[in-house]
C-alpha cells in the first residue's frame, strides 16, 4: 500500500577508474545501391573489450530518426541495417551499446555517431534484412519478443556508477553517485558530508528534489555541507549503503568524511523543517549521534526516540531494545502519559514472538494508549497504528483504535503546510493511514470514503506546494484514484509520465498495476511489465519481475514467465549485508514463482 518503508570500497573505486578507461567502439557506415536502398553501419568492440548483446541497443538516423534494426550480432560486431530510399545522403547514424572489459569489473553504455556520406557503397554481406542470424533475442530487434535478457553479473540498463574521472555535480550542488570524490572534497575542505539516498521510483525522494533542493533556504545552509546524492538501486551505493545499515528511503545521513555519522532524516521534511535539522547536524559535527544523545541534559527522551526509530529503520532491533530500554528507566513520573517507549517495547517483543500481542496485559495496554491518546506525542500514535495493522490477532473493533488514534494526529496538522511538525507526514499521508486501517479492519464503507478523503488531500497539497507536477506526489494520487474506481484519471497520469519519461522504469512498474488489478487489460499490463523489466536495475529488477510474473500467469504463459524469473534470480549476486532489502524481494520473486507453478505458499 501507501507506506514504502551494502564490497568492499577498494574495489568499488578500483572498478570507478576502469569505467573513466573504457575506450570506445569503432563505426563504419555503408550504403546499398540503387537495387538495395541500404543504409547500415558496423560497430567493434575493441581489444580486450566485448558488447553485451542482451542489453538494450539502437541506432537511428539524427535528421530523420530512421531506426536501423540489428542484423548481425556477435560479442564483438553489431550490425544495424535499414532499407529506406528516403534517407539524405547528408544524415547521420546515430548508435547506443553497452561495452563491457573481457575481465567482466564493469559495462557500460557507449556511444557514437558516423556520418552517411562517408559510407562506402557496398551491400552488406548478409544481404538479408531485419534478420537476427544470432540466437540471441534483442530487446530492440523489430519483431522481437520483449523480455529481461540481462546476463549475469552485467547490468542491463545503467552502468554500476558514474566513472569518478568524470565525477559531477548535479543542478543542485550534489556530487551524482560519486562517494570518493565527495569525501575527497570534505576531507580537503573540513565540511561535513550530506548524503542522500534515493530511489528514482520514491516518491518523497522525488519531493525533496522538487520542494526542498532548489530553494534559496536550503542552498544557504548546504553551502557547510558537501552533497552527495546515492542511487539506492545501483550497485554503486551498496557500500554506503552498508555501512550505514539503509533501511527506507529517503534516507539522509549526515557524516564526517571518515563516515562517522552526526545524525539522519528518515522520510521528507518540508524546507523549514529539514534546514533546521541540517543546522542541528552541522552544529554537532564533531560528535557521533549515540554520544550526543547520552550527553543532552535537555530533551534525552526526545534524542532517544530519535535513536529508537533509527535503529529500527536499519533493522537494527536489538540496539533499538537497549535504546528503549533506557528511555523507560529514564521516564519521570510526569512523562508517563507518553507512551512511545512502552509501544515500542512492545512492537520489538512482537517482532520476537507476535503471540505476545494477544496477551490481557497487551491488550489492557493497547486501550488504555487508545482511552488516552490526546495526551500521547506524534511518535506513539504513529507506531500505536503501525503494531494495530500489523498483526492478525486484533479483531476489528480494535483495529478501528488506530484510526482514532491518527485522527488525533490529524487535529495536530499545521496547517500553513499541511504537515506535522517534525515528523515524516503530511496530511495526505495520514488519510492513505485511514484507508490502510479500514481495510485492515475489513471496513469498505469506511474505507472507500477514506480514500476519496486520501484523493482531496493529494490535490491540496500539490496546491499548497505549488507543484501539481510534482512526480511523486501524482503517483500516489494516481494509486488512490484507481482504488476510487476513477479509471481514466489514473491511466491519464500514468501515460502522461510514461510518455515524458519513456526509459525510466517506474511509470511502467506502477501502470502494469494499474491495468492488470483496476483495468483488466492484461495486453497493456504486460507491455507496461516487459518495459519496466527492461529499464530497472538493482532490486528494482526483482519487484518489477515478481510484478510481471503475475501478468504472464494471468495471460496463462506462466511456465515462460517462470524460466524468466529464474534467470533473473540467478544473476542476483551473493553480497554479505544485502539481506534486508534485497533478500526480502528475492523471497517475493520466489513466491510469485511457486504461485504461478501451482505449488502455493504457507503463511
Keep these: 500500500m501507501k507506506i514504502q518503508y551494502l564490497l568492499s570500497l577498494v574495489v568499488l573505486l578500483t572498478g570507478l577508474r576502469t569505467f573513466a578507461d573504457a575506450p570506445d567502439f569503432t563505426l563504419e557506415a555503408y550504403r546499398g545501391n540503387k537495387k538495395l536502398p541500404l543504409v547500415g553501419v558496423l560497430i567493434k568492440a575493441p581489444a580486450k573489450h566485448h558488447f553485451n548483446v542482451k542489453a538494450p541497443m539502437s541506432a537511428k538516423t539524427v535528421a530523420t530518426s530512421t531506426e536501423l534494426h540489428p542484423t548481425t550480432v556477435t560479442?564483438?560486431?553489431?550490425?544495424?541495417?535499414?532499407?529506406?530510399?528516403?534517407?539524405?545522403?547528408?544524415?547521420?547514424?546515430?548508435?547506443?551499446?553497452?561495452?563491457?572489459?573481457?575481465?567482466?569489473t564493469f559495462c557500460i553504455k557507449k556511444t557514437g555517431s558516423v556520418a552517411i556520406a562517408s559510407a562506402a557503397p557496398k551491400a552488406p554481406p548478409s544481404g538479408n534484412l531485419n534478420k537476427v542470424v544470432s540466437d540471441v533475442e534483442l530487446p530492440n530487434a523489430k519483431g522481437a519478443q520483449k523480455r529481461d535478457l540481462t546476463p549475469k553479473a552485467e547490468p542491463a540498463t545503467k552502468p554500476t556508477t558514474k566513472p569518478e574521472a568524470k565525477a559531477r555535480k548535479d543542478e543542485h550542488g550534489f556530487w551524482d553517485n560519486a562517494p570518493d570524490a565527495a569525501r575527497a572534497e570534505s576531507k580537503k575542505s573540513g565540511k561535513p558530508l550530506l548524503i542522500d539516498f534515493y530511489g528514482i521510483w520514491c516518491p518523497p525522494c522525488n519531493l525533496f528534489?522538487?520542494?526542498?533542493?532548489?530553494?534559496?533556504?536550503?542552498?544557504?545552509?548546504?553551502?557547510?555541507?558537501?552533497?552527495?546524492?546515492?542511487?539506492?538501486?545501483?550497485p554503486g551505493s551498496w557500500t554506503l549503503k552498508s555501512h550505514f545499515k539503509i533501511g527506507g528511503y529517503p534516507t539522509i545521513v549526515f557524516a564526517t568524511s571518515d563516515l562517522d555519522e552526526i545524525d539522519r532524516a528518515i522520510g521528507f521534511f518540508p524546507k523549514g523543517e529539514f534546514v533546521d535539522?541540517?543546522?542541528?547536524?552541522?552544529?554537532?559535527?564533531?560528535?557521533?549521534?549515540?554520544?550526543?544523545?547520552?550527553?543532552?541534559?535537555?530533551?534525552f527522551l526526545d534524542g532517544l526516540q530519535g535513536l529508537v526509530e533509527s535503529k529500527w529503520d536499519q533493522k537494527d532491533y536489538k540496539e533499538a531494545a537497549r535504546f528503549v530500554q533506557e528511555g523507560l528507566k529514564a521516564q519521570s513520573d510526569d512523562?508517563?502519559?507518553?507512551?512511545?517507549?512502552?509501544?515500542?517495547?512492545?512492537?520489538?517483543?512482537?517482532?520476537?514472538d507476535e503471540k505476545v500481542l494477544k496477551s490481557s496485559d497487551s491488550i489492557a495496554f493497547l486501550k488504555q494508549v487508545h482511552d488516552n491518546r490526546a495526551k500521547a506525542s506524534t511518535a506513539a500514535l504513529l507506531w500505536y497504528q503501525y503494531l494495530m495493522t500489523s498483526s492478525d490477532f486484533f479483531t476489528s473493533d480494535q483495529v478501528l483504535w488506530a484510526a482514532d488514534a491518527i485522527d488525533e494526529v490529524k487535529s495536530r496538522i499545521n496547517p500553513k503546510t499541511l504537515q506535522i511538525d517534525g515528523r515524516e507526514m503530511s496530511l495526505a499521508d495520514l488519510d492513505a493511514l485511514r484507508v490502510d486501517t479500514y481495510e485492515t479492519a475489513k471496513k469498505p464503507?469506511?474505507?472507500?470514503?477514506?480514500?476519496?478523503?486520501?484523493i482531496a488531500s493529494y490535490r491540496r497539497l500539490m496546491k499548497q506546494l505549488n507543484d501539481e507536477k510534482s512526480r511523486g506526489l501524482n503517483l500516489e494520487l494516481a494509486y488512490f484514484l484507481g482504488k476510487d474506481?476513477?479509471?481514466?484519471?489514473?491511466?491519464?497520469?500514468?501515460?502522461?509520465?510514461?510518455?515524458?519519461f519513456p526509459k525510466e522504469f517506474t511509470y511502467y512498474f506502477a501502470a502494469a498495476r494499474h491495468y492488470q488489478d483496476n483495468v483488466k487489460d492484461l495486453k497493456r499490463a504486460r507491455e507496461c511489465g516487459d518495459l519496466a523489466v527492461q529499464y530497472a536495475y538493482g532490486d528494482n529488477k526483482l519487484r518489477s519481475m515478481a510484478r510481471l510474473l503475475g501478468i504472464r500467469a494471468a495471460q496463462?504463459?506462466?511456465?515462460?514467465?517462470?524460466?524468466q524469473a529464474r534467470e533473473i534470480l540467478a544473476q542476483v549476486p551473493k553480497y554479505d549485508g544485502l539481506s534486508v532489502r534485497t533478500g526480502r524481494y528475492v523471497a517475493a520473486l520466489e513466491k510469485e514463482i511457486d504461485k504461478a507453478s501451482g505449488k502455493g505458499t504457507k503463511k
Design 277 to 299: 535539522q541540517m543546522k542541528e547536524a552541522y552544529a554537532h559535527r564533531s560528535m557521533k549521534i549515540e554520544d550526543r544523545v547520552m550527553s543532552f541534559r535537555t530533551k
Design 445 to 454: 464503507d469506511l474505507e472507500a470514503k477514506a480514500v476519496k478523503d486520501t
Design 485 to 500: 474506481g476513477q479509471l481514466q484519471a489514473a491511466t491519464d497520469i500514468y501515460e502522461g509520465f510514461i510518455k515524458k
Design 75 to 104: 560479442d564483438h560486431e553489431i550490425r544495424f541495417e535499414v532499407e529506406d530510399a528516403s534517407i539524405p545522403a547528408q544524415d547521420s547514424i546515430a548508435v547506443e551499446a553497452y561495452l563491457c572489459d573481457d575481465a567482466k
Design 556 to 563: 496463462g504463459d506462466a511456465q515462460a514467465g517462470i524460466a
Design 335 to 352: 512523562q508517563l502519559d507518553d507512551p512511545f517507549f512502552k509501544v515500542m517495547d512492545l512492537a520489538l517483543k512482537a517482532k520476537e
Design 209 to 234: 528534489n522538487e520542494v526542498v533542493f532548489p530553494t534559496r533556504e536550503f542552498k544557504t545552509e548546504a553551502k557547510n555541507f558537501v552533497l552527495l546524492k546515492m542511487d539506492a538501486d545501483a
